[in-house]
């Protein structure tokens, strides 16, 4: 983006290779800066964050780290990353806790999402949302704002985006199957031509491929709870 300016009560966005689009509405988010002040001249490794591995710990293995200070195994990704949201900040402590413990516990990683309210739409994006590379299935609905974005690496299912009313409980269902469909890295093989062919229907792949088995296999305790009463 080059510019933003005002044309008879709408915003319009230049770009930098010159295209220009008109918008009701334009939404920038800076994201966010962790506090490393702790971490300074404390002999403890830190890049965009504190650095961590897949136990949590840092370059002192009695240092753990978590939460949206520390910088750990992506699951998509090659490199350590921030992200910086509530669910990361759940499993990181879950395992930095286990581990401390006595537990020998693995992260597998965290995964890229954001969910932003805005005008009664609901913006989703999950995982390599961006990536130039990957092969693009496109869904839009010209009759109602819906449209759907999903990002293949091979037969898995790598990115996606999702915009649409925040009250059509059938694409928040949606939105949460293609999530663990990404969390548990699921080869989709032959389902992947038949979301091809049935864009809307997410549910029969994900039964198919007993993704919610392999998101219950991934909890700590491997057990059953026991009731609090």
Not at 18 to 39: C, M, R, Y
Not at 71 to 83: R, V
Not at 168 to 183: E, F, P, R, Y
Not at 194 to 208: E, K, N, S, T
Request: proline fraction near 5%; include cysteine.
């Amino acid at each position: 983006m080059q510019e933003i300016s005002e044309q008879e009560g709408r915003k319009r966005i230049t770009l930098k290779n010159g295209e220009s689009l008109l918008a009701d509405l334009v939404i920038v988010a800076t994201g966010i800066k962790p506090n490393l002040e702790l971490a300074t001249d404390s002999g403890i490794q830190v890049d965009q964050g504190i650095v961590v591995n897949d136990r949590m710990q840092t370059n002192f293995p009695v240092i753990y780290a978590a939460g949206d200070v520390a910088q750990g195994p992506d699951l998509l990704g090659d490199k350590p990353a921030i992200h910086a949201i509530q669910p990361t900040a759940v499993d990181h402590g879950r395992v930095a806790g286990a581990n401390m413990a006595g537990q020998d516990v693995r992260y597998p990683g965290s995964l890229l999402m954001n969910i932003l309210d805005a005008c009664g739409l609901q913006c989703v994006s999950f995982g390599r949302w961006a990536d130039q590379a990957a092969e693009a299935m496109t869904i839009m609905n010209p009759d109602r704002p819906v449209f759907r974005r999903l990002l293949w690496t091979g037969d898995q299912i790598t990115g996606a985006i999702f915009v649409g009313q925040a009250s059509d409980i059938g694409m928040l269902n949606d939105v949460g199957m293609v999530k663990g469909l990404m969390q548990t890295r699921t080869a989709l093989g032959e389902w992947k031509d038949f979301l091809h062919q049935h864009p809307f229907d997410i549910r029969r792949p994900y039964v198919a491929a007993k993704v919610g088995q392999k998101l219950v296999e991934t909890t700590l305790l491997g057990r059953p709870t026991k009731s609090r009463q």
